[in-house]
């Protein structure tokens, strides 16, 4: 009898996880004056990885102040996105992963480097 309480702790412990466990996995691209895709669509309540990429030649970032204010995430990822600034940061070839629970509505995104909004670098995110 004492076995049987083993066998259902190694029995659970080998369960796979199935990818309704895991959070989405978005990746969005910094490039020189550009966001792919520059309008995200995300479910709200959904915990979401958003793995951000800096494929430009230089330093770019991802500012979405009210977008990160309004979202649930631990204090690491916190961390990652300035805490109240909302911005990922990135140098040329870097990446970031940042997981977080939206919540529901229309928010703007841009690069605060000077000149780049100017040039492109805006886009949305929608979550519903």
């Known amino acids: 009898m004492r076995i049987l309480p083993l066998v259902?702790?190694?029995?659970?412990?080998?369960?796979?996880?199935?990818?309704a466990e895991a959070p989405a996995?978005?990746?969005?691209?910094?490039?020189?004056?550009?966001f792919t895709p520059d309008d995200l669509h995300l479910h709200a309540g959904e915990a979401v990885t958003i793995h951000f990429v800096n494929e430009g030649s230089g330093g770019h970032d991802f500012t979405a102040e009210e977008f990160f204010a309004a979202a649930t995430m631990d204090a690491a990822n916190r961390a990652r996105v300035g805490g109240t600034k909302g911005r990922v940061s990135l140098g040329k070839g870097e990446s970031s992963d940042v997981t977080l629970v939206p919540k529901a509505g229309t928010y703007k995104v841009h690069c605060s480097h000077f000149g780049h909004t100017a040039l492109g670098m805006t886009g949305k995110i929608t979550v519903d």
């Open 8 to 19: 259902l702790s190694a029995l659970a412990l080998s369960v796979p996880v199935t990818a």
């Open 25 to 34: 996995r978005v990746t969005v691209t910094l490039a020189n004056f550009s």
